[in-house]
Nanobody, 122 residues
Framework: QVQVVESGGGSVQAGGSLRLSCAASGYPSCKYDKKWYRQAPGKEREFVAG???????RYADSVKGRFTVSRDNDKNMLYLQMNNLKSEDTAMYYCKVRPNSGLRCPFIQDYWGKGTLVTISS
């Protein structure tokens, strides 16, 4: 089945930028719903940004105008460009991939990565 791995996290000062990547193995011709989530210690996991099956993107209000989500379906990649980072962006960031139905798609379920840590200092 699909394996999901995030990368690109690190420690950055407030106002800086980071670019996160999410790699999903296998089934390159399948259409996916792809989303980023984040979770701070002691807090509930929350939606950040994502791309639906039809290619439309959406964002949480807290990151609109600062974050940009994009994808490369040929490489099974999902990206999150994060600009003007704030201390409240500090969290573990997770990638979630959900395939559409089809002969060239895997079993339909949510596939999660193990996360990449983003730490913003003020």
């Amino acid at each position: 089945q699909v394996q999901v791995v995030e990368s690109g996290g690190g420690s950055v000062q407030a106002g800086g930028s980071l670019r996160l990547s999410c790699a999903a193995s296998g089934y390159p011709s399948c259409k996916y719903d792809k989303k980023w989530y984040r979770q701070a210690p002691g807090k509930e996991r929350e939606f950040v940004a994502g791309i639906d099956y039809d290619g439309s993107s959406r964002y949480a209000d807290s990151v609109k105008g600062r974050f940009t989500v994009s994808r490369d379906n040929d490489k099974n990649m999902l990206y999150l460009q994060m600009n003007n980072l704030k201390s409240e962006d500090t969290a573990m960031y997770y990638c979630k991939v959900r395939p559409n139905s089809g002969l060239r798609c895997p079993f339909i379920q949510d596939y999660w990565g193990k996360g990449t840590l983003v730490t913003i200092s003020s």
